[in-house]
């Protein structure tokens, strides 16, 4: 999943440097003669600031009671940033964290680059055939497992009911309808339909498998974003906006578009499980009961979303393994799995969380559940979070109106196969 940065967040970064004393730079290493964890584990959280991170904080002060001698250097990192952030530290050898929150189509690149350390028969990998097949399939790389999977998401339209309401509309299911309920809306309600999120590629994917679409096949080695599927989906979101059903945006998204949402500016949104705690916080949603949950439309081929989520992995030069090792199964346990869930309605990635009362009784969960099942999977290669770059460019560069549809799609696949040596 992807998010904007907040302004909570960029503070929180410039402040990184005074905060994030790495693993690699000094030694607090567990005593191993005696079996009790100690020393310092510093863990990078890219989590949404507001609403995740303190229950994220929380949980990890909840490891430290259980183990008094080990500290846990709590650090957040803008999602935005951590992938650079971490990648420069670790090639550096210095200011690493000893575990990092990493997106899902990170890990196989932190892998292939040597940084993560391999957890197949260590303590941060317990009971491995608990989890969900499609959680566990971005962990491995060339066969080994590198990160134990700790939430799995996807996305799907937010609504609000009182809007619809008022207008007199039914959920959309296709994107036609879409275009049919938002015009529908702006008369009757003066709103707009749908702010869709501009400087953030993730949010093209379902437009673009909706059209029967993909960034790339990786089994035969083959771009195919420029492809006539990729040219149409372009087409779809660029319509959605010049028609007036969207409103979109080049900088600042998840903000602009998470506000206008819950001040009821706009009646929908695309987002994933990851957004429920924070919308909440909305004006709008003071009555939780405000906000609906619907797949997102289908286009001309299929209804498809993408499969998000996140691992969390232990750097290869952790000076402090073991605690490491204990602080994520502590983190990717069913019983942590299942607060998670109960305060931040996040999906569990262990199959026996989804029995916990606090999962079994959980609407977002009900709903989301199913669509994770059919999400359309990344490809795990090394070079999946390189892909969004340049079609982020060419996206918000369609929709602000900057280029055409042809020309983004041509432009992504030309900047695909210099990136993805040899594929055709």
Sequence with gaps: MRRGITATALVAALALAATACGSDDKSDGSSKS?????????????????????????????????HPKVDVKYVNVPFGEAQNKFKNAAQSGSGAPDVIRSEVAWTPEF????????????????????????????????GKTYAVPQVIDSMGIFYNKKIFKEAG????????????????????????GLYLRGDDAYWFLSFLYGEGGDLV???????????????????????????????TDATDGWENMQSSFKDGKVAMIINGPWAVADTYAGTEFKDKTNLGVAPVPAGSAAQGAPQGGHNLAVYAGSKNLDASYAFVDYMTSTKTQAQVT?????????????????????????????????????????????????????????LTGQTTPEKAAKATGDSYRKLLKGWK
């Design 217 to 247: 096949d990786a089994s035969t080695k083959s771009v195919t974003v420029d492809n006539p599927e990729g040219v149409k989906a372009m087409k779809v979101v660029k319509d959605l906006v010049d028609s007036g059903a969207a409103k």
């Design 111 to 142: 892998a292939d680059l040597g940084y993560l350390a391999p957890l197949d028969g260590t303590p941060a990998l317990q009971k491995a055939d608990d989890f969900l097949k499609q959680a566990a399939a971005s962990t491995k790389y060339n």
């Design 169 to 192: 509309v039914e959920v959309p299911t296709t994107v036609d309808q879409l275009k049919t309920v938002s015009k529908k809306i702006k008369e009757k309600t003066g709103k707009t």
């Design 342 to 398: 109960k305060e931040l309605n996040l999906l569990p990635t262990r199959t026996s969380a989804y029995s916990e009362e606090a999962v079994v009784d959980n609407e977002i969960v009900g709903f989301f559940k199913p669509v994770v099942e059919t999400a359309v999977e990344r490809p795990w290669i090394p070079e999946t979070g390189s892909l969004f770059a340049p079609l982020v460019t060419e996206y918000t560069k369609v």
């Design 34 to 66: 005696s079996g009790e964890l100690s020393g310092t584990v510093t863990w990078w959280d890219t989590s949404t600031v507001g609403s995740e991170d303190k229950v994220f904080k929380k949980i990890a002060e909840d490891f430290e009671k259980q």
